[in-house]
């Protein structure tokens, strides 16, 4: 079983909104981050979360349209994206420290 296991993703149009989900298995971990890589471009931060608190972390490109969130009992993280923008179309990863998973992607329509 992969340790981690992104869902979520589609096309949407402009200012649409998705939520993306990475399930954890088989370890314990003190927080979880999310990045993406848009087409052509390196990888870049998103979003992270302190698992024992819930203390959230945004990149300022997603400040205030993304939020993150976790379920303690299903062992996920959640990013739930708003206001979509053709900028945020990407490949997006759930990583804890050096585990990454297989990737879900995000299209948005202008």
């Known amino acids: 079983q992969a340790p981690l296991v992104e869902a979520g993703g589609g096309l949407v149009q402009t200012g649409g909104s998705l939520r993306l989900s990475c399930v954890v298995s088989?370890?314990?971990?003190?927080?979880l981050g999310w990045f993406r890589r848009p087409p052509g471009k390196d990888r870049e931060y998103v979003a992270a979360?302190?698992?024992?608190?819930?203390?959230?972390y945004y990149a300022d490109s997603v400040k205030g349209r993304f939020a993150v969130s976790r379920d303690k009992v299903k062992n996920t993280v959640y990013l739930q994206m708003s206001s979509l923008k053709p900028e945020d179309t990407a490949l997006y990863y759930c990583n804890v420290q050096t585990n990454w998973g297989q990737g879900t992607q995000v299209t948005v329509s202008s």
């Open positions: 979360i302190s698992w024992s608190n819930g203390l959230q």
């Open positions: 088989g370890r314990t971990f003190s927080a």
